[in-house]
């Protein structure tokens, strides 16, 4: 491997090292060049900043409801009215946006989007009780970040600590305390509590994931936001603009603390406490992205699977039913999670995107479905930025002019490519912009 | 001898990471007997981290202390007894790669400067702040 390196290192004008021969080298060749898995052409960038504005808005929503019922609902046996928000956390500001934030990158305000307030107010239909929009499920589909959530509870193991974490003596012992706090003048649940202890137990860990999540998109929410006021603006160039951009951003937030405090009674308990120095990146973004994008589980209405048949990987790691992989059409009608996310966002969409699905295959009948396809471009840009963001974390910058280590971002590239050479990867339909 | 903190302090080239030591509570450790191998990186090392990255971390102490304890080993370890060993454990608890002996390179970063031998340690100048993963 080294005579060629070095025969084509010693002829300035050539590349340093010789082309990939991975079945995706023409993606692994624009990675290296700076730039996303998604082509950059202006369409492209229109879809995945307009898709982000409109997955912004209810995510302001997500954020927000999932601390409330972390923080605030906990273990109420019958969580009702978990879908709603109290004022204050409605009124919570984002710790990342508005003059109160101590990293002031984006320009958002701190409060719930006005176009979220406004949805809420109104929903499809018209202005009425919360309550009877709720029942009439005129509403953000909360039951999409839960499943968001509960995915990642399922994959567990996919890096950091905070799995870790939960199976502690430490963890135990503070849930332990919150839940003794929580059914304290509940002697039927404590009693519930003393017979089947690890129950509870496993609720709260769902709870903490619950947090973990909310977490991670308070910080995502205003991005998508600024991403989509500097597209109206004219700011970016391209998909690797956008691209860089998260990557930036990811960089920015890296070390936000991830935790899970339950306030009972107005006692702050903490269940994973932050000076556990658990991290946005690492305990919340990757496995996120991992157990949210490439893995989750088989969704029930899609297709029928035999496990016996070896339909379903017997592997966690292999799973692979996450938007990377989706087949859009069937997700996109079945009325499970992903359906219920293109319905929040179809909201929300920018003028420009109604008018770009108009144009194409069945017009409005079909936008959910085009949406879809849009989210999975928007989302492969986003797997390529923490792809990107990996590369530089701990790997060599992209101008290095040392083979070796070239060489080693190849490699990282490949590896990651790997993962999409499973015949239900979207990244060929990706490539070209008739796949909608 | 000097110190492993009062070595950093003499180069005139570590005031982000003895700045960053100092908010998160590590000084006392770092002064102790030790003895430990701490790779230590540049001023432009953190300068050139993406905008909010180091404020981010300065702003949250235990997670700035993570990140600082990836670079610090157990152990009073020379250049040639680190290369001799694929990866080492740190602080942090995550592995430290050693990816190659000429140039001498940590992780994903090369050590500008070897064997800077103190009272409690050894200190290795390196040009990148060094990630776990």
Known sequence: ?436 | MASILDTARAAGCFTTLLTAVELAGLSAALDSPGPFTVFAPVDEAFAALPPGTVQTLVDNTPQLARILKYHVLAGAWSRDQLIDQAQWISLEGAPVPIRRATPFEVKNATVVTADLLCDNGVVHVINRVILPG
């Open chain 1, 1 to 436: 491997m080294t005579t060629p390196i070095a025969a084509v290192a010693n002829c300035p004008s050539a590349p340093l090292i010789p082309p990939s021969q991975h079945p995706w080298a023409e993606v692994i060749h624009r990675l290296e060049a700076g730039g996303s898995m998604l082509p950059d052409t202006p369409e492209n960038l229109m879809q995945i900043i307009g898709i982000y504005k409109a997955y912004a808005v209810p995510m302001d929503f997500y954020w927000r409801d999932l601390l409330y019922i972390a923080e605030q609902v906990f273990l109420d046996p019958l969580p009702a009215f978990k879908y709603f928000p109290s004022q204050e956390y409605l009124e919570r500001p984002n710790a990342y946006a508005g003059e109160q934030s101590k990293l002031r990158l984006w320009r958002g305000g701190e409060q719930a989007h006005p176009e979220l307030l406004a949805f809420m107010a109104r929903g499809e239909t018209t202005a009425m009780p919360k309550l009877l929009h709720h029942l009439w499920h005129d509403r953000i589909n909360m039951e999409f970040a839960e499943a968001c959530a509960q995915a990642m509870l399922w994959h567990q193991a996919m890096g950091g600590r905070f799995n870790d974490y939960l199976e502690s003596e430490a963890y135990r012992a503070n849930a332990d305390r919150a839940i003794k706090a929580y059914f304290r003048r509940n002697p039927l649940m404590l009693g519930l509590y003393q017979a089947f202890p690890e129950m509870f137990l496993e609720k709260v860990k769902q709870l903490s994931y619950y947090a973990n999540l909310g977490l991670f998109w308070e910080v995502m929410a205003p991005v998508f936001f600024e991403m989509s006021d500097i597209y109206d603006e004219g700011g970016f160039q391209g998909v690797p603009d956008a691209m860089n951009f998260l990557v930036k951003g990811i960089f920015a937030v890296a070390g936000r603390p991830i935790y899970h405090h339950v306030f009972i009674d107005g006692e702050c308990i903490e269940i994973i406490p932050k000076a556990e120095g658990f991290t946005w990146l690492y305990e919340a973004a990757l496995p996120y992205v991992e157990a949210v994008f490439y893995r989750t589980s088989p969704f029930r209405g899609t297709k029928s699977y035999n496990a016996q048949a070896g339909q379903v990987p017997s592997h966690q790691a292999d799973f692979h039913y996450g938007i990377l992989y989706a087949d859009v059409y069937p997700v996109g009608s079945a009325g499970i999670p992903p359906t219920l996310l293109m319905q929040d966002m179809v909201h929300f969409l920018p003028p420009y995107l109604k008018e770009l699905y108009k144009q194409h295959r069945r017009g409005e009948q079909d936008q959910l479905i085009q949406l879809g396809i849009t989210f999975q471009r928007s989302m492969y840009n986003v797997t390529s930025a923490v792809i990107q963001a990996l590369r530089a974390a701990l790997f060599y910058p992209l101008d290095d002019t040392d083979p070796e280590h070239l060489l080693a971002n190849r490699r990282f590239f490949e590896g990651q490519m790997d993962r999409f050479l499973r015949p239900e990867a979207r990244l060929g339909a990706i490539q070209s912009q008739d796949y909608r």
